[in-house]
């Protein structure tokens, strides 16, 4: 199994976006959906309402209100029943406007969603993520994240399946500023064993994306054996504004899981644009839920953030 698919959707959804919605270079082509290669494994959905003729291997359209209108959003990808299917958001999005907020509506009980911010027609703009605020009756509001913008901005639903939908909105405040994320994965639990699917670590919400930045990472095992290396950045040519990424090498995990024990220290040690920064973390204590086998890391001193605008 490789780590990029334990990897949770919240953490790559910015690069995904970035690639997706053509920010840089050319947004991937749609592929006809096809059945998953085996249903069996996947958890069984809860009967599906019947709406006329709609195809119901795919998802009822979300609904977003705002203002006095409304408009059905059909999912551009999706995995629904036992279909998934890969595409791009429309040409033409649907465009809110200015308005103060946006109400999300969707039929089927027990879905959520979170919603991410990428500045119109920027390439490789700042992806900002944000969960959105249930009101009760099934539905949910969505107010400006960042800072006052064009936004094309991607609604990920995830409940018996997943979906996302997009439209543009011209938010017309700013809105809640993200703070900087970390985290790191070198070991992993394997059938009860010790082992490694590749070296990442991973910066996003930084204030801006650092001219210069070198990672070095130390293994460090309950009886004191230690293992240190210089982290791969990746080469990656399109990443959101404010994150960095590191991607290897994978060989150092593989020798880290060879150090012995079953509980380790993280010691990372940032260095960017010149200024160091330090965070330590334990495997598998700290582990993030939903991310496994990541770690959160908190620096000192923290990470430069976006400052609000006077």
Known sequence: MALKRRSSIRSVLGVCLVLILGACGQAPTGRTATPREDPSETTPL????TRGDRDLD??????????????ELEAWTYCFGNVCADGSPPADLVDVGNVPEVFVEFPLPGWTFEASFTPSGEACGRVITVPLEQTGGGAS??????YADTYDVTLFGRGGGDLFVTFRWTTPTDGPLPKPEARLAVLADHDGGVDSYGVELAISNLAETPKSATATV????EDGDSL???AEQSNARCQAEGSIYWDGPDDEGLAAARLGGDSFIYEVELLLNGVRHSAT?????????????SVALEFE?????????T
């Open 281 to 293: 973390a334990r495997w598998p204590e700290d582990e993030i839920r939903g991310n496994e086998p």
């Open 46 to 49: 809860p009967p599906q309402p």
């Open 218 to 221: 130390t293994v460090r095992a």
């Open 228 to 230: 240190s290396f210089v």
């Open 301 to 309: 001193p923290p990470l430069p953030a976006l400052e609000p605008r």
């Open 58 to 71: 795919k998802p009822p359209p979300v609904t977003i209100r705002y203002a006095e209108q409304s408009s």
């Open 141 to 146: 509001v969505l107010r400006p994240a960042g």
